[in-house]
Each structure stands twice: as structure tokens, then as C-alpha cells.
């Protein structure tokens, strides 16, 4: 859970460099919505399916990566 | 250190919209300290520079190379061989850098990948702020090593404007008062008497409004 990091503020640092990540994929021309961060205990099986339903949902709706449909057709 | 920041990347990307084969040269001094043009943010640029270029149906091949300080001949030389297989060199160093490579390869377009912000430090992890504007005419030792010049919003060097009020700044009261700071820490050294001194008009002509600068050492040429 957000603030309850082993490693304190590691989960801060995190947020804000994938914060940082989503960015350069949006200005480049990609969703930033490829890439996301959850946060969750390791006991909490549960919850990580729903997460994984939840990515699996979002990333099938933008579709595959527009570089490989290119590479594809190249 | 010289404190600058990636330019927005469509800016960048329009600078290259030519070239399809590009030398990116990171600078290992100041802005790699400001997370600016170090190696890992050549590196994340480079990427992005092919991914964008490939999602518009065309390649960009990437070159990279780090060299030492961007602003010396010695380092610059380095970069020799790789200059000459690409048809233009994305500099990630301050304008500074930019100037020696456009001098050094004179037959390569160099174009920057970063604006130049100021002279200045990082406050605070991922926060910089200026401390010195290079006006060519150092008053610190009359105010306690902080300086007005770079940091009151009017320029005052004999002390505050009557704005001051309660230690924030009149023109943006998000700022501290740096003649209030002055004042505390010439206080706490025991220097008041420093304000005392009135500092006489400045000559300008030694600053970046007194045109282009340059000076020499009899002792250092050769």
C-alpha cells in the first residue's frame, strides 16, 4: 500500500519516475497508459489478479504497439 | 554549475526532421549533475528520438557519446570519428558546449538538445535555483556571500525596497527577501557594519549587457 514500503520512501521515488516514464511515452506518440503502477502487499494474491485483469483489459483496448504493427509491415 | 533542461521534444524532433543518421554527445560536467545531459538521459532521449521516428514509418540511427567537459578542445576531440559518419550532432551540454562543437565540426549542423537556464546549484534534490548571474563584478564579500544581483527581483545592491514585508518579496511574495536574508546572516556573523558600505554604481559594461565577453592572460598564453 502506497506509504507502506520496506524501503520506506521507495514507493514515493517510484511513483514519480513512472510518473516520469509515462511522460517521454507520451512525447513520443505512445499512451501513457501502457505503463502503470499498483501498489499492493505480497500476500494479497487477490488483489494482484485483479490488477492483472485490470492491465490486461486497458492494454488489450489500446491494442498492440503501433511500432511492431509497422515492423510488420516493413 | 550550469543549470539547463531538455528542450520540449518536438522542438528536438523538428531540429532532426532532416537527418536520419545523428551523433547525440552527452556532457559528463554540470548537466549531468542536473539531470540535464548525462549519460542516462542521452541514452533515454536516443530511444525515444528512434521509437518516435519509427512510429512515423521512418529510422533514425542513434549514436552516443559521453565526453568529459563539452567545453574544451581536448574532450571535443574525441568525439572525431563519430562526427564524421553522422550528418548532425545533437549536443545534451550547455550553450557553451554547443558553441565548441559547432566550432569544432564546422562541416556538421550541431544542434541543442537542452536550453541553458543559469548558473546556479541544486538547492535541494531535483530543485535548482540561480545564484549567480556572471555580472562580471563580484560584491559578496559586502553581503554575507549571498547575492542581490542574481536574487532580488529589482537588482538592488544597497539594500531592500521598501516591498519588503516580513521577509518575502513584494514582486513574487512566494520568495524570501534576499536582503533579508543578507541582513540575518551579516547578523549572525557580526557584519551588520558590512551594509554600511555602499556599493558605488556598477560598471555593466562587464556583464552579459555589456556585449560579447572576453578576456586573456598574458600568463597563460602561449
Not at chain 1, 36 to 57: C, H, Q, R, V
Not at chain 2, 9 to 27: H, N, P, R, S, W
Not at chain 2, 86 to 92: D, E
Not at chain 2, 146 to 171: D, F, H, Q, T, Y
Amino acid at each position: 500500500m502506497e506509504g507502506e514500503c520496506h524501503y520506506l520512501e521507495g514507493n514515493f521515488r517510484a511513483k514519480s519516475r513512472v510518473g516520469r516514464a509515462k511522460k517521454l511515452l507520451q512525447e513520443l506518440g505512445l499512451e501513457p497508459d501502457r505503463v502503470e503502477m499498483y501498489n499492493l502487499s505480497s500476500s494479497d494474491g487477490p488483489k494482484f489478479a485483479e490488477i492483472a485483469t485490470e492491465m490486461t483489459e486497458r492494454i488489450k483496448a489500446l491494442g498492440p504497439n503501433p511500432i511492431k504493427k509497422r515492423e510488420k509491415e516493413e | 554549475m550550469i543549470i539547463a533542461e531538455r528542450k520540449p521534444f518536438k522542438e528536438i524532433q523538428e531540429m532532426l526532421a532532416d537527418y536520419d543518421k545523428i551523433l547525440l554527445v552527452g556532457c559528463g560536467t554540470c548537466v549531468t549533475v542536473c539531470y540535464a545531459g548525462g549519460k542516462k538521459e542521452t541514452a533515454v532521449l536516443a530511444s525515444q528520438l528512434r521509437i518516435a521516428r519509427k512510429l512515423q514509418g521512418k529510422k533514425i540511427e542513434t549514436v552516443e557519446a559521453i565526453i568529459e567537459r563539452q567545453c574544451e578542445w581536448e574532450f571535443v576531440e574525441e568525439l572525431k570519428e563519430k562526427a564524421e559518419e553522422c550528418q548532425a550532432i545533437l549536443s545534451l551540454g550547455c550553450g557553451a558546449g554547443v558553441n565548441t562543437l559547432a566550432e569544432r565540426f564546422k562541416d556538421i549542423p550541431v544542434l541543442p538538445a537542452l536550453n541553458t537556464r543559469f548558473i546556479g546549484i541544486p538547492q535541494e534534490q531535483g530543485i535548482w535555483e540561480e545564484k549567480c548571474v556572471a555580472c562580471g563584478n563580484c560584491i559578496l564579500h559586502l553581503t554575507g556571500g549571498i547575492c542581490p544581483v542574481a536574487r532580488c527581483s529589482k537588482g538592488l545592491v544597497n539594500g531592500p525596497c521598501e516591498g519588503s514585508r516580513e521577509g518575502k518579496c513584494e514582486v513574487d511574495p512566494s520568495l524570501d527577501c534576499v536582503w533579508q536574508i543578507i541582513y540575518d546572516r551579516l547578523k549572525a556573523l557580526g557584519r551588520l557594519s558590512d551594509l554600511e558600505k555602499i556599493i558605488p554604481l556598477r560598471d555593466w559594461s562587464k556583464s552579459a549587457e555589456g556585449g560579447f565577453r572576453k578576456f586573456s592572460r598574458e600568463d597563460m598564453t602561449l
